[in-house]
């Protein structure tokens, strides 16, 4: 119904069930009841009672009645950087399978790969192949320097059995100037491709920060599968603030730069800044950067207990204080 919605362009509609999606991935608890489902912030009576439908029936009537031509533009939103733009402008272009695609001089270089790997992509990866994917980086990374730090972040860290892709935040301590965790970056991503572990390469940029992120594509020794992998490096002082926003969920990190705002602080995925002066939306003093080794000093220095990765899923830090 998602993926209808943003056929059609209706995107209130389309962010209703996205949502919904959100919040039944991030319940834990099989749902077996129309009351258990609305008992889920963000589950209204018109989503319930598709759930109901479905528990009994295994299937959504409203779905037959959604036009046939979305499949093929969902097809096409699950091909790695095609969003619902492109999609419907290939759609309108007469393209209507993954076959027609790959005929075709439309797709730009990272949709060509997005297409190459469309159905290892679209396949979730067990957690413990992530595991062994990011032993394998990390081996790599201490060859090339033994006080590298490494952490597998995003749905991983947050204890999903299954993850989308594969999340790595990486450090070296001490490193502080472009220069040097750049060199230390650019020589990780030449042995990975050496090795053979990296396959493809989708994009290496700064995004004009202090963060370097690199997004392509892996396959372990001993894995079947090519899987999308995203590694960042920071400086070393940034690691907790990058850490938090790259362990999400993306809802729960939401909720925490909130919440430093209401403290008069400023939360990014670069620091925590304390008496921060806004005029509205604009800030006019961006105040004083706190020393933040950890991530329990950024909850500290935010006033709030310290929140285990597992249960940031779904989480407003805001509401859990009331
Ligand atoms: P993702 O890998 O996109 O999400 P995920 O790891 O939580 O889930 P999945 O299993 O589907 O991969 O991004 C990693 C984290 O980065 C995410 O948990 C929070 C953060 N993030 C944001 O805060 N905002 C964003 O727009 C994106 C893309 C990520
Ligand atoms: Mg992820």
């Known amino acids: 119904m998602m993926k209808a919605y943003e056929?059609?362009?209706?995107?209130?509609k389309a962010t209703v069930y996205k949502k919904a999606i959100g919040r039944i991935k991030a319940h834990e608890e099989p749902i077996k009841s129309k009351e258990e489902a609305i008992k889920i912030p963000g589950i209204g009576k018109n989503i319930a009672a598709h759930?109901?439908?479905?528990?009994?029936?295994?299937?959504?009537?409203?779905?037959d009645h959604v036009d046939k031509d979305v499949g093929v533009f969902s097809t096409f939103t699950n091909i790695w950087g095609c969003g619902p733009k492109t999609a419907r402008q290939l759609y309108n272009k007469g393209y209507r399978t993954l076959g027609d695609l790959s005929k075709s001089d439309d797709l730009n270089?990272?949709?060509?790969?997005?297409?190459?790997?469309y159905e290892d992509f679209n396949t979730s990866i067990p957690r413990e192949e992530v595991t062994a994917l990011g032993e394998f980086v990390e081996k790599q990374a201490k060859e090339l320097n033994s006080s590298a730090k490494l952490e597998l972040c995003g749905s991983y860290r947050r204890g999903k059995k299954y993850c989308g892709d594969v999340d790595i935040l990486m450090a070296v301590p001490h490193y502080e100037t472009k220069e040097e965790y750049t060199a230390f970056f650019k020589k990780l991503i030449s042995?990975?491709?050496?090795?053979?572990?990296?396959?493809d390469t989708l994009s290496m940029s700064d995004r004009g920060t202090t963060q370097?992120?690199?997004l392509g594509v892996c396959r372990g020794p001993n894995y079947k599968h090519h899987r999308r992998i995203d590694i960042v490096m920071v400086p070393a002082s940034e690691w907790a603030c990058a850490l938090i926003y790259f362990t999400g969920?993306?809802?729960?990190?939401?909720?925490?730069?909130?919440?430093?705002?209401?403290?008069?602080?400023?939360?990014?995925?670069?620091?925590?800044r304390k008496d921060v002066q806004r005029y509205y939306?604009?800030?006019?003093n961006s105040?004083?950067?706190?020393?933040?080794?950890?991530?329990?000093?950024?909850?500290?220095?935010?006033?709030?207990?310290?929140?285990?990765p597992s249960k940031r899923d779904d989480l407003d830090i805001n509401a859990a204080l009331q």
Not at 7 to 12: C, I, L, N
Not at 191 to 199: H, R
Not at 294 to 302: D, H, Q, R
């Open 109 to 117: 270089r990272q949709q060509r790969i997005g297409l190459k790997y």
């Open 287 to 308: 105040g004083k950067r706190l020393d933040t080794p950890t991530e329990e000093s950024v909850f500290e220095a935010l006033g709030v207990p310290f929140v285990e």
């Open 281 to 284: 939306k604009k800030i006019t």
């Open 249 to 272: 969920s993306e809802f729960f990190g939401r909720s925490m730069r909130s919440l430093a705002k209401k403290e008069r602080m400023l939360l990014s995925q670069h620091s925590l």
């Open 191 to 199: 042995k990975l491709e050496d090795t053979g572990f990296v396959k």
């Open 212 to 214: 370097l992120m690199y």
């Open 7 to 12: 056929a059609t362009g209706d995107v209130w």
């Open 51 to 63: 759930i109901e439908e479905i528990l009994e029936t295994g299937e959504l009537e409203k779905l």
